[in-house]
């Protein structure tokens, strides 16, 4: 009889960890869609890889998640600030498979890869000081 009471105490501490961190994590989410890369929770959990790995052409950069929503596609971002050189940026995207398809309307430069579903975004700011880098996964 006590280890069952124990082992029904162990349960539902458990399960209210396990509710508490969720719902931490939505409340992390939906606060603050902006993060920095020193958020290491988000930064590890919620940035691409491919983002995680992008050059940084500027010390004044910060990220951004959307999570898929029906067929609203994923889409991971880095955003930099005071930014005035994108040439490496179209080089890492490259160097990744990806080929220029053109600009997509209010978005920027669209690049596609063969081989996956995957779009990245190329997005620079008319007087140059802001270049947002998206990649949007489609599952």
Known sequence: MKILRKLSVVLILVVLLIST????MGKTIDSRPEYRQS????YHYFTDNQIQNTPRVSNDYSF?????????????SIIFNGATDVMPLKK????????????DEGYG??????RSNDVFLLWVSGDESKIVLTKEVYY
């Open 39 to 42: 958020d290491f929770f988000r």
């Open 109 to 114: 430069e669209r690049w596609e890869n063969e």
């Open 92 to 103: 890492y995207i490259e160097s990744l498979g990806y080929k220029y398809m053109g600009n």
């Open 64 to 76: 951004r998640y959307r999570a898929q929503d029906g067929m609203v596609p994923l889409m991971s």
């Open 21 to 24: 961190l969720i719902w931490g």
